[in-house]
Each structure stands twice: as C-alpha cells, then as structure tokens.
C-alpha cells in the first residue's frame, strides 16, 4: 500500500494546484475508515482576507453616506428654494446654515487714509440707486471748524463751488449724488440724496457720538432712503422722486474738516441689503484705537501765571466779603447791647 497517496492524495494533483484565500478544496484521498469520500478543506491567509473585507465595508458605508448626503441636499435645496431660506448667503441674510465666502460687499479704506475712490473701480459705477454702504466715523471734534453751511465728511460725486453760494449743500456742491455732513456747528448728521427734481432729500441723525466710534448704514432705493447707526434703523426719507442720474468718485473728508473726523472700512453693496444685513455686516464696527484717537482739542488755554493770578483774586474777593460780613454783624450786636 502506497500510504503517501493513502493519506495525502495524488501527489501529482496536489503539486499543481495552488491554493487561495477563503476558497474550499475536496480532497480525493480515500477515508480512514475505509470509505472513499470528498473532505472538503479551506485554507485562509488571514492578514490579507481582513484588509480586504475592511477595505469593502468601508467603501460600501462610505457609499452609504454619500448618497443619504445628496438626498438630504436636494431636500434642503428645495426648502431653501420653495419654502423658506436654509442657507445664509452671507452674514444677516435669512437662514440657519451660514455659507462663507459669498459676500458679495466690496470694502475700502480698511488699510490706510481715505483717499479718492475712482468711479470705474466701484461696484455701483453704473448706478444711482438701489445700492447700500455702511461707514465707520469717528468724530473728534465737530467745533473746530465753525462754518455756516454743512462740513462735508464724504460725498459721491458733484463740483465744489470755489465759493460757497449759499448755506445750503447746493450753495457748496452742483449735481452730486449722496453727501454725508455734518450741519453747521453741532454734532448733527446729515446723508443728502439730490432727486431729478435738483431737490435735496435729507435725512438727518440728531446728536451722533463724539469722540465714540460709530458706523453707520444707508440704503439708498428708487423713492426712498434707510439710514441706520449701529445697525439700528434711524430714519427713513420717501423721496418726491427718483434720484438724479449722477455717477461720480467718492470724495474723502477734505480742507478744514480734515481734522473734524476720520473715516474707516467704507464698504459698499450694489443691492439693497435687509436691516439683519447691516446690523451683521462684516468686518467688524472699528474701535477707538483704529482710529488712534486722541483728547479733544481745547479752543482756549490760559497759562500757569494768568491761573494763578485769578486765583488770587478769586481768594481775596472771598476773603473779603467775609470780612466785611463778620464787621457788619459785630457792629449790629454792639449797637443792639448798647441799647
């Protein structure tokens, strides 16, 4: 008896064939107790059958996933869509999932001194309304220049007069389409929009900080004006009529009201925005020391001596009606113990 081939088989089949991972083999050698049948066998290399069955369930769930994702998309885009805003466009918009990177304001003078903003560069070139901005300002002191007429702190558009002609903004300016100022000798804030009429809407903000920053929104549409401060609605003007056709640059603070106030992050939208969207414009308002502020400017001094000198007069005055005071009562009660 070959016991080779009793217990192992044709050695003939068994050196040709070759095996592979989680595959069952029957082997043809007879039974052990004398029956001849199939067993069957499997070889299983381990390390490699795990990597592969990981590597499948996770391509598997991964695709799972994927796909639950994109339905979820599509609903939430129909929602979004035909039944109310999921996405938040931009900071402010209507929405619960903010999308960043879509806002579509312009911002200038965030970096260095407002200088003249050429009209071709603006996203607004070919508009005279329908648009928003917002401004932060700084007032340091609305007194230092005392004038007559309105202290200009930026406008878009319009001619200076090389002598002002009136008291009024068109006594100052012809054919300009917004003007921020400032009116004569008070802290009060006025944003003018010059209608096709050559009438003058104004909207006038009582009382702004002084030496406090502050930043202020307008949206500027067809037949009516919002300005906001700090992104609460202030005042809304309805205009007799639409806005004269000015397309101009924007003028910074100029002359003698350089040193009135300072301006930063001017930024500018070529739609009308909603009042969450002012209130939650990007970037944030500028503080203080953005705009390196500093004391007041005094309109008058007095030196050391002349401080001095009205102190002592003050003193002597007070010293002396004192005095005179005591004598006057000692007379009266000697006169009175005479009696």
Known sequence: MDLEKYFLGSSSNQSNRSYQPNKSYQSNAPHLFGRSSFVPYTFTTLGVNSTSVVGMYAKQI????????IVILIILLFVHFFITPVFS???GAPGIFVIPGLDDGVLFWNKSSPTILPNSGLPIQTMDYGYSFIIDIFIENPHVHFSKHPRILFRRGGTLHSKPTGDTLLGLVDNYNMIAALLPDTNDLMISVLNSSNNTENAIISNVPVQESFRIGVVIMDYAMEVYVNGHLMKTRAFSAVPKSVKGDIY????????MAKMRNLKIWSRPLTSSEIRYANPAMSTEKDFGSGQMA???????GATDNITDSVNDTVLGAIHKTVSDNVKIFSNTYNK
């Open 62 to 69: 991964l695709s799972y996933l994927f796909g639950i994702a």
């Open 298 to 304: 005094t309109t008058s001094s007095c030196s050391d």
């Open 252 to 259: 910074p603070i100029s002359g003698a009201e350089v040193s």
């Open 89 to 91: 466009l931009q900071p």
